[in-house]
C-alpha cells in the first residue's frame, strides 16, 4: 500500500530565514497532496495543497512543490515567524477512489528568536 | 469553533474499563474518522465511516469500536482490550469519501481531541 515518508522530524531555523521539509509517497497514482499545521496543543489545519496536475503552488509565504518523476513534494515557508513554530504533516491520496489519506510522521518546526 | 466537538478534553480512567469518547460534527460531512496522536507517530487511522450505518477499520482498530447511528456522531470507545490506550485522540471529518469531486471535499475538519489516560 501507500506509504508517506516525512523529513526530517525536527528542524529548527532561525526566525526570517526559509524552512523546507520534504515528503516522499509510493505509490505513483497519488494525485493530490495536502499539508497539515498544528500548533501546539491544537488540532490540525489544513494550509496548503497541490494536485498532480501541477507543480507548484503558492499562498503568501507558503508553497508547496510536486516532482511527479521523483515522488516526493515539499513545503517551503519563508521569511519564517515565531507563529510557524508547529508540528506540519504532509498526507497523498487518490481522489475519486476509495483511498484515505496516507500521512507523513510529521515535522517539528521551531523558530529561533 | 470549527463545527466539530469532541468531548470531554481530558479523561482519566482506570486499567480495565471501557470508555467513550464522543465526536459531533454540524458541518453536514459524509465521512468522519478516527485517529490516535502518540509523540512521534503521526497521525493514526482507528475507524473511519463514509455513511450512515457503515464503517470499516483503519491501520489500528484493534481494541476499538465504533457506531455511526446518526451522520452528525461518529463515538469511539476504547475497550478493555486496548494493550496501551493512554494516547491524544483525535476525531474528524470531510465532506466526502473517494468519490468524484475537487479537492475540498478531501480537507478533513478536526475537533479539539480527547486526552484520554489510563492508569
Known amino acids: 500500500g501507500e506509504n508517506v515518508e516525512q523529513h526530517p522530524s525536527t528542524l529548527s531555523v532561525q526566525e526570517g530565514d526559509s524552512a523546507v521539509i520534504k515528503c516522499t509517497y509510493s505509490?505513483?497514482?497519488?494525485?493530490?497532496f495536502p499539508w497539515y499545521k498544528q500548533e501546539l496543543g491544537k488540532r490540525p489545519q489544513l494550509i496548503i495543497d497541490?494536485?498532480?496536475n501541477v507543480g507548484e503552488k503558492k499562498d503568501q509565504r507558503i508553497a508547496v512543490t510536486l516532482n511527479k518523476t521523483a515522488k516526493h513534494f515539499s513545503l517551503h515557508i519563508t521569511e519564517t515567524q515565531p507563529e510557524d513554530s508547529a508540528v506540519y504533516f504532509c498526507a497523498s491520496t487518490i481522489m475519486d477512489s476509495n483511498y484515505q489519506l496516507i500521512w507523513g510522521a510529521g515535522t517539528k518546526l521551531i523558530i529561533k528568536p | 469553533d470549527g463545527g466539530i466537538t469532541q468531548s470531554p478534553k481530558y479523561l482519566f480512567r482506570k486499567e480495565g474499563q471501557n470508555v467513550t469518547l464522543s465526536c459531533e460534527q454540524n458541518?453536514?460531512?459524509?465521512?468522519m474518522y478516527w485517529y490516535r496522536q502518540d509523540p512521534g507517530q503521526g497521525l493514526r487511522l482507528i475507524y473511519y465511516?463514509?455513511?450512515?450505518?457503515?464503517?470499516q477499520k483503519g491501520d489500528i482498530a484493534e481494541g476499538y469500536s465504533v457506531s455511526r447511528e446518526k451522520k452528525e456522531s461518529f463515538p469511539l470507545t476504547v475497550t478493555s482490550a486496548q494493550k496501551n490506550p493512554t494516547a491524544f485522540y483525535l476525531c474528524?471529518?470531510?465532506?466526502?469519501?473517494?468519490?468524484?469531486?475537487?479537492?475540498?471535499?478531501?480537507?478533513?475538519?478536526f475537533g479539539p481531541g480527547t486526552r484520554l489516560t489510563v492508569t
Open positions: 474528524a471529518s470531510s465532506g466526502k469519501w473517494g468519490l468524484a469531486g475537487g479537492p475540498h471535499l478531501y480537507e478533513q475538519y
Open positions: 497541490i494536485r498532480s
Open positions: 458541518l453536514n460531512h459524509d465521512a
Open positions: 505509490d505513483s497514482a497519488s494525485n493530490y
Open positions: 465511516s463514509q455513511i450512515v450505518n457503515d464503517f
